[in-house]
């Protein structure tokens, strides 16, 4: 493993874009995961042109970004970790992507937030795509009703779907149904693929990576 102080973000982030460009992705999304680290690691991707972060902590994140915004106000923030229904207020206000909507109280509170505010940051439903009792997310078979779900009865705005694959299985059968089930509900974004398997999940038709380690090192422990 490569020490902390040798991380270099700018040429990480150089040879994951070339990663992704072979892999066929030149029009796929790069989020970077910078959960757990702070400006140091941030500030060089910033300097590098990287715009979208992902997040998992609503809290975390509110501390860490706002100053980091003004700074760069086309910063575009993803929340990819689990949405608890007391944090969806600062969820709205933080984030302009929220891919964890799991649950239809989720999807609820956020259509109550969402007026509230009058923001409506881009929403995409997880998929529970292997079906793990210890994941988050929606079962696959449950996905095309919960789509409407949101969209009818909460007029939210779901553009696409994410999923996390179980960790020790092959990836593509997962990403392929993902990929499925984003079509037939006519969404756009697919949001799947992390470090270890991102070009696989460019094969299968991902339009968002979710890269951190690679980019950033090993995260600290919070
Ligand atoms: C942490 C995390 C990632 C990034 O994982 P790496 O293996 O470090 O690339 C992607 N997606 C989600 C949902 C995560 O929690």
Redesign the pocket.
Known sequence: MQQQQDIDVAANLAAIRERIKAAGGDRVRLVA?S?FHGPERIGPALAAGQRHF?E?RVQEAAGKWPPLRQAHPDIVLHL??PLQSNKTSDAVALFDVIETVDREKIARRLATEMQKQNRRPECFVQVNIGEEPQKAGIPPREADDFIRLCREEYDLPITGLMC?PPVDEEPSPFFALLAKIARRNGLENISMG???DFETAIAFGATEV?????IFGPRPTP
């Not at 979710?210 to 690679?214: E, H, K, L, N, Y």
């Open positions: 995961v959960k992902g998992n990819i970790g996390i992390m470090s270890a979710r890269i951190g380690s690679d």
